[in-house]
T-cell receptor, first 115, second 111 residues
């Protein structure tokens, strides 16, 4: 298996623009997670899905952030409008089972820079 | 909610020496404790994990110990090699809850 696939790997945009990050989980994994990593705040969970249904979105910073999982093999994280403080590395991860029971496999991340 | 602390934040060791990273957690219901290694420009990768019904687990040069009473767990790397240089994250989770990650430890193995 190719592992978790994320695109793009790097994104540079200007403040106010819409940004869409994409993720393809490992085939057969029922859980998908979106994380944000910054020097100041470390690794933070934004949202996670089980069988395409959002389970916990308490980490989503504000209404500018939205995530969807239209099918088992694809998810998007959208920021609209983007702000400089959104600059971070965004990771997608997937797992076979729930967080307390199974390993999460991380993708390579998308480095987002908002100017 | 869960809070995970991790120490030290940076650690430098000579090649061949051992490295120990310690984490404490706050939620006594936590029962799954993974350790992740993150190399520069990559996503975190699981290196070892332990569950609350086990006190110690070993995998070649890597071992993890868990003290549920004291609510702390540690990562031990023996015979360190330059390729062990990375940022290491501990995490804790309980039933129905996602991982809470520690802030990370940057390990440097000096040749």
């Amino acid at each position: 298996d190719a592992g978790v696939i994320q695109s793009p790997r790097h994104e540079v945009t200007e403040m106010g623009q819409e940004v869409t990050l994409r993720c393809k989980p490992i085939s057969g994994h029922d859980y998908l997670f979106w994380y944000r990593q910054t020097m100041m705040r470390g690794l933070e969970l934004l949202i996670y899905f089980n069988n395409n249904v959002p389970i916990d979105d308490s980490g989503m910073p504000e209404d500018r952030f939205s995530a969807k999982m239209p099918n088992a093999s694809f998810s998007t994280l959208k920021i609209q409008p983007s702000e400089p403080r959104d600059s971070a590395v965004y990771f997608c991860a997937s797992s076979l089972g729930p967080p307390e029971a199974d390993t999460q496999y991380f993708g390579p991340g998308t480095r987002l820079t908002v100017l | 909610g869960e809070n995970v602390e991790q120490h030290p934040s940076t650690l430098s060791v000579q090649e061949g020496d051992s490295a120990v990273i310690k984490c404490t957690y706050s939620d006594s219901a936590s029962n799954y404790f993974p350790w992740y290694k993150q190399e520069l420009g990559k996503g975190p990768q699981l290196i070892i994990d332990i569950r609350s019904n086990v006190g110690e687990k070993k995998d070649q040069r890597i071992a993890v110990t868990l003290n549920k009473t004291a609510k702390h767990f540690s990562l031990h790397i023996t015979e360190t090699q330059p390729e062990d240089s990375a940022v290491y994250f501990c995490a804790a989770s309980s039933l129905g809850q996602n991982f809470v990650f520690g802030p990370g430890t940057r390990l440097s193995v000096l040749p």
